[in-house]
C-alpha cells in the first residue's frame, strides 16, 4: 500500500488532574491500559496507547493531570511530563470536567504554541450537566477564545459522543506510515501494568491522602508452568502510613492483593500468584534521586 494513503499521528489527552483523561483514553482503544480512580492525579508517567482503524493509526500519549501548589519533586515531575505532552504533537485533545473553565485552564491553554487547528476542546461528564440548555452558550463562549478547532461533548465513562471525538482526530491525522503493528494496543509492558494496577487498588482502597504517598515497585515478574509469579513492594512515607495500607490483621493489604490478582489474571489470561510487602521510604515524593530509583524518569520530564 503506498505511503500517502496511510496516515498516522500522535494525540496528547492533557487537563487539569481528575478531568476524565485515563478513563477517556481506555474509552477509546477498548481497554484498560491506563488506571483510574475518582482521587486527583492517579496518572504519574506519560503512556501510550494505540488505536489503529483501517488506514489510520492514532498514537494517544495519557498524562498526569496539571495541578497548582504542590511542590514536592513528584508533583513537579507530573507537571513537566504534562507540559512536554503539549508540543512536538500532531491532535491536542484538552479535556475539562463539565462547563467548568478556569483560569487554570485558561493559563494552561495559553501554553499551546502549535496553532489551534489541531486542537480539540472534549467538554466530558456531559451526563452530569442537570440543565442541557447551559451546554450551547458555554460552548459559544469557548468558541470565542478561538483556542480549538473542535468543541466536542463528551461522556467517556458513559461512551457518549466517543465516535465524533475520533473523528475529528482521524481528520486531523498527517499521512505517514504505521509506527506500530495494527493489533497493538499499547506501548507499556507487563510488569509496569501490574504495579500501576496493584496501585489502583491501594489508592481505591485507603483515605484521601495516602494515595499521593504510595508508590509500587515490581521485584519479580515471571512465570513459570503457566503460572504468573508477581512480587511487589509497596513504598509509603511514614510508619503510620504502613499500618493504614496493612490494616488490621493484614485486611486491607489482603484485600489489595485479592482485588489485584483478580484483575491481572483477567488481563493476562492466566493464574497469578501475587506477594505483596509494604516498606517505609522516608520522604520519597520529594527527593529527587529516590524517585529516579523507583522508576520516574526524570530526564524526560525536563
Known amino acids: 500500500m503506498p505511503q500517502q494513503s496511510k496516515k498516522s499521528g500522535y494525540i496528547s489527552i ?9 478513563t477517556l483514553l481506555n474509552e477509546i482503544l477498548g481497554q484498560k491500559i491506563s488506571i483510574t480512580s475518582r482521587k486527583p492525579q492517579t496518572t ?19 498524562t498526569p493531570g496539571f495541578h497548582k501548589n504542590y511542590k514536592r519533586a513528584l508533583n513537579r515531575y507530573m507537571n513537566k511530563v504534562a507540559s512536554n505532552a503539549m508540543t512536538g504533537v500532531d491532535v491536542l485533545i484538552y479535556v475539562i470536567d463539565s462547563l467548568e473553565w478556569t483560569k487554570e485552564d485558561q493559563d494552561i491553554t495559553n501554553k499551546m504554541i502549535d496553532g489551534y487547528r489541531n486542537s480539540i476542546l472534549a467538554i466530558n461528564k456531559i451526563d452530569k450537566i442537570k440543565n442541557k440548555e447551559e451546554l450551547l452558550p458555554f460552548i ?30 482521524l481528520i ?6 504505521h509506527v506500530y503493528p495494527e ?10 501494568l501490574a504495579s500501576e ?14 494515595p499521593y504517598r504510595i508508590s509500587v515497585s515490581i521485584d519479580k515478574f515471571k512465570e513459570e508452568n503457566k503460572v504468573t509469579h508477581i512480587d511487589a513492594t509497596l513504598f509509603v512515607e511514614k510508619k503510620s502510613q504502613k499500618g493504614m495500607l496493612i490494616g488490621s490483621s493484614g485486611s486491607k493489604l489482603k484485600s489489595i492483593g485479592t482485588a489485584s490478582r483478580l484483575e491481572l489474571e483477567d488481563i493476562y489470561e492466566t493464574k497469578v500468584m ?4 509494604v516498606k517505609v521510604k522516608s520522604g520519597w515524593t520529594d527527593d529527587e534521586a529516590m524517585l529516579s530509583t ?9
Not at 486531523?172 to 506510515?177: E, V
Request: proline share 2%; glycine share 8%.
Open 14 to 22: 492533557v487537563g487539569k488532574t481528575n478531568v476524565g483523561k485515563s
Open 44 to 62: 504519574r508517567h506519560r503512556l501510550l496507547g494505540v488505536k489503529t482503524i483501517k488506514d489510520s493509526q492514532m498514537i494517544f500519549i495519557d
Open 140 to 169: 459559544e463562549s469557548i468558541s470565542k477564545l478561538k483556542k480549538f478547532s473542535d468543541i466536542i461533548p463528551i461522556s467517556a465513562l458513559k461512551n457518549q459522543n466517543i465516535l465524533s471525538l475520533i473523528d475529528s482526530i
Open 172 to 177: 486531523k491525522l498527517p499521512g505517514g506510515n
Open 183 to 192: 493489533d497493538q494496543v499499547a506501548d507499556i509492558s507487563e510488569k509496569f
Open 197 to 210: 494496577i496493584i496501585r489502583e487498588k491501594c489508592i481505591t482502597r485507603v483515605g484521601d491522602e495516602l
Open 274 to 277: 501475587l506477594n505483596l510487602w
Open 294 to 302: 523507583m522508576g520516574y524518569d526524570l530526564g524526560k520530564s525536563s
